[in-house]
Nanobody, 114 residues
Framework: QVQLVESGGGLVQPGESLRLSCAASGFTFGSATMTWYRQAPGKERELVAQ????????NYADSVKGRFTISRDNLKNTLHLQMNSLKPEDTAVYYC???????WGQGTLVTVSS
């Protein structure tokens, strides 16, 4: 079955970086548009970034443009989110989402705090 497993979350200070990963299985990863979402405490889940199957098109939420980079390794069936210059408002659970099958990962918590 389709599985998405996130990793790489943690506690960092403002201005630091983190790299999230999402290991995918159970579908043809290289043919799928993939996305990252996040949900902060008390807020709705929001789209952070999206990447098309071959990586030719990437889109970002305005709040993360210039700081976050979505990428993928189709040989390793892995999706990444490089997060630089992190801010306290980036604190959230980050989810990998396969829109074509409407499948979510379990999420990984990112906490940005001094």
């Amino acid at each position: 079955q389709v599985q998405l497993v996130e990793s790489g979350g943690g506690l960092v200070q403002p201005g630091e970086s983190l790299r999230l990963s999402c290991a995918a299985s159970g579908f043809t990863f290289g043919s799928a548009t993939m996305t990252w979402y996040r949900q902060a405490p008390g807020k709705e889940r929001e789209l952070v970034a999206q990447i098309t199957s071959a990586g030719g098109s990437r889109n970002y939420a305005d709040s993360v443009k210039g700081r976050f980079t979505i990428s993928r390794d189709n040989l390793k069936n892995t999706l990444h989110l490089q997060m630089n210059s992190l801010k306290p408002e980036d604190t959230a659970v980050y989810y990998c989402f396969l829109p074509g099958r409407k499948v979510w990962g379990q999420g990984t918590l990112v906490t940005v705090s001094s």
